[in-house]
Structures are given as structure tokens and as C-alpha cells.
């Protein structure tokens, strides 16, 4: 599988940690361009800790002294915060936002996902050299989350959206519904065999009952051992 | 806003950071429940650090010494796992569970997030005990994910599956965790009273029943239905 061409742009970083972090983050979602715009303290051992198995996408990493320069080849930017700004860009949402960057994608645009310093964010200026501003669906009132966890959700939604999520198949041999009702019968009958079941008024507790395993969708391998549970019964008390 | 109701359980954490860091994730998507199952070292400076504004969610975490402690009251429970197993159990992308969820919690149901240990992930028992395998959709070559930001997708991908539009919800009386393996022992003393099962190797056949009746969240009036055959079937045979 191709590594997905966005760029992730880390600018004014404080913790080393967030760095290695944000590394590993994109890498388990297939991405392996990240950039670093001013690091205060990189590189350091911090983060290739928390890299752990991204050392590579680390290594990798660029450094640039301005922003502008980081995202120049770039075509459209996306800046990512929680906080409204006084000019507002075009706002959209992190799943939004992945949708629109798979359609720029796919007409040859390069992109580049923008995140500020961890205190304060992207400033004003950043934000609005972007085209779009991402938005983090979040509680209100603990709306700053950590950088690296930012990342995460970023690269997790554009993952999504840029490929067809494949979820590896367990194919089971299911049990039809004729097979359910011979079932249903033997239970019904050794039910009434145990004295359980009224045999002049069955139909109230069997209801329950189909009720119950309708619920489940039950293996033949499954079956086998429920009809085995019944023949032991039906052994014992004859 | 009132917080959302899921309990996030940390199984055999190694890291403190990672508590820390667990618990502003799920505070920064309005969850407030951190339940840890014997953590290495904690409490501990690192994770108070990493909370980072989620100290008070720090603060309320409960610690337990087994993880069927921490999830006894519970009905539902959400395994988080990159790896396939041997007997799976139904398998849903982080997206596809958080909208189960939702449905769960409509009806009543408590609903408990489990996630194991840093570097092996949840125990196959762990995950046994599961109704059902959350699996994060990422780079199959790089799946293992920093623990705190598999919390962050999950917790995220709920944030928004919980916050849609409220449907009318119809509350049932469920059987909890606890009331289950009650069922189970008593299904196993009958199912080696009826000579159906080896006293001496239960295990293999008993997990196969217990990923049945996983698959199906039981009534208390359908639990004093299964209870009252197996009743029956004892007075019977004794």
C-alpha cells in the first residue's frame, strides 16, 4: 500500500515528545511526510521515545525557519484549531475536512494540514494564510486537546477517506431459518418432557424464547452443541 | 452539557503518562469515567502531567485488581484490538461501534470501552470476555497505535456518535456482567451433571457457549426463563 500524500506541518512545537508522537501517529495512518516548522528543542531523544517505530518518518522530517517555506510547493492549506477566529475562513469539520482534501487529492492538489503551538495554537496570521480552517468536534469547555492527539484524529479521518476501509472477513456457516425451527421444536418438546412447559399452553414461553435466539445469529458448529445439550437431557430423563 | 456515559477501561498499563494522557482525551470528548485495572505506577507525577486540565477526571479514576471488578455493573462490553484472534467475536471498526453504542446506551445498557496493555493489547481472555472486537482502521504495516491516542479515535469517533439527534429510547431490564457468569457456572454444573460435559476440561466447550450467549444482551425475565429450565432439568435428574 502507497504512503497518502499529505503533508503534516508542525509549527513552534515546545515538547520534543509531541514531535515523535506526531510522527508515529501519521505513520500508523499511512502518511510519512511531516514537517517542522521552528522546533524549540529538536532533535532530542524525547521524541524518538515516543516515536517508537516511526523513527524513520522522523528521520525524514524537514525543518524549515518559516511556515511559508514549509507548505511553498503546497496548494491548499488547512489549519487546524478549536478556536473561532474575529476573520473567519471557510470552517469545516476534521470528517468534513477529510472529504474535501480526497477531492483535492484527487485533482493533483498538494495539501498540507497546518497545527499551531501547543499553548496558543495557530496564530491569527497562520490561520489565515489557509484556505480552510479544521475544527475538531469536541467538549466545549475542554475544547484544547493535545497536539499529538490532534494529529491522530486529523490523519485517522483522512485515512478513512482516502482509501476504502477494509475490514479483514471471518465467514461463518450460519444456521437457516429452517434449522432454527427444527430446533425450536426439539427444544419445545424437551421442554415439556422436563415438566417446564405446559404442553396444553406453550405458546407464550416459546415466544420468549424464539425472541431470545432470534437475537442471535447461531454457527451450525453452535447448533451442533445446542442440540447436543438437549439430547443429553432427554437421554437422562427417559 | 452533561458528560457523555461509557466507561473507558485501561488494562495493565505500563505507562502513567498514558493515564494522564487517557484521561484528557476522553475529557476533551465529554467523557469523565477512567476506570484502571492494575497499572504499574500509579498514581504518579508523569500522568498528572500529561492530564494536563483532566486532573479532576485523574482524580475520580477507580482502580481495580481484575478487570471483571471494573466492568461487573456493566452489560456491554467493547474490546479494542488491532490483532485478529483464533474464535473471534463480531468484529466493528471504531466508526461502526460508536454508533452500537449509541443504540446500547438508548436502552439502558452500560457500556464499558476495554483496552489492554501497551505492548500486547488486550489478552485473548480479555477480549473473550467481549461482546464485541473494536478494531482502529490504519496502516496494516504500522497498527500499533500510542494507547492514549487509540482512547483519543474511540472517544472521538463516540463524541460524535453520541451527540446526534436523540431518538426515543425504550429501557430494558438487562442482565449485568456479574449475573452472567452466575448463569454460566450454574449452565456448567448442569452440563456436567447431565454427563454432557468433561468435568476435567470444561474450558474449550464453555468458551464456545459464553461467545453465544455474548452475541445476545439477555432480559432479566429472559435470564429467569434459562434459569428455570436448567432448574428443571436438575430436579429432574437428581
Chains 1, 2 share one sequence.
Not at 511553498?72 to 469545516?92: E, K, N, V, W, Y
Not at 497536539?147 to 472477513?169: C, F, M, N, R, T
Request: glycine share 4%; proline share 5%.
Amino acid at each position: 500500500m502507497n504512503s497518502h500524500k499529505v503533508r503534516f506541518v508542525l509549527i513552534n512545537t515546545t515538547h520534543p515528545g509531541n514531535i515523535g508522537a506526531s510522527a508515529r501517529a501519521i505513520k500508523n495512518m499511512n502518511f510519512d511526510e511531516l514537517f517542522l516548522v521552528s522546533p524549540r528543542l529538536y532533535p532530542h531523544e524525547e521524541a524518538n521515545a515516543r516515536a517508537s517505530g516511526a523513527e524513520d518518518v522522523l528521520k525524514q522530517a524537514r525543518v524549515f525557519s518559516s511556515f511559508q517555506e514549509a507548505v511553498r510547493d503546497c496548494h491548499l492549506l488547512f489549519g487546524t484549531s478549536s478556536r473561532q477566529r474575529a476573520l473567519p475562513i471557510p470552517l469545516l469539520t476534521a470528517r468534513q475536512g477529510a472529504i474535501r482534501i480526497n477531492e483535492a487529492l484527487r485533482v493533483g492538489q498538494k495539501v498540507a494540514v497546518l497545527f499551531g503551538q501547543e499553548r496558543i495554537g495557530l496564530t491569527n496570521d497562520e490561520l489565515s494564510a489557509c484556505h480552510y480552517h479544521l475544527m475538531i468536534p469536541c467538549n466545549p469547555l475542554f475544547p484544547s486537546l493535545n497536539l499529538a492527539a490532534a494529529v491522530q484524529i486529523i490523519a485517522y479521518e483522512l485515512h478513512l477517506a482516502l482509501q476504502d476501509v477494509e475490514l479483514p472477513s471471518s465467514i461463518s456457516s450460519w444456521v437457516n431459518t429452517k434449522e432454527m425451527e427444527a430446533f425450536y421444536s426439539y427444544l419445545q418438546e424437551t421442554l415439556i418432557k422436563l415438566e417446564f412447559l405446559n404442553p396444553r399452553f406453550p405458546g407464550h414461553l416459546m415466544r420468549k424464547l424464539r425472541r431470545l435466539f432470534n437475537r442471535i445469529m447461531i454457527e451450525e458448529n453452535e447448533m451442533n452443541i445446542l442440540r447436543g445439550i438437549l439430547a443429553a437431557i432427554r437421554k437422562k430423563i427417559e
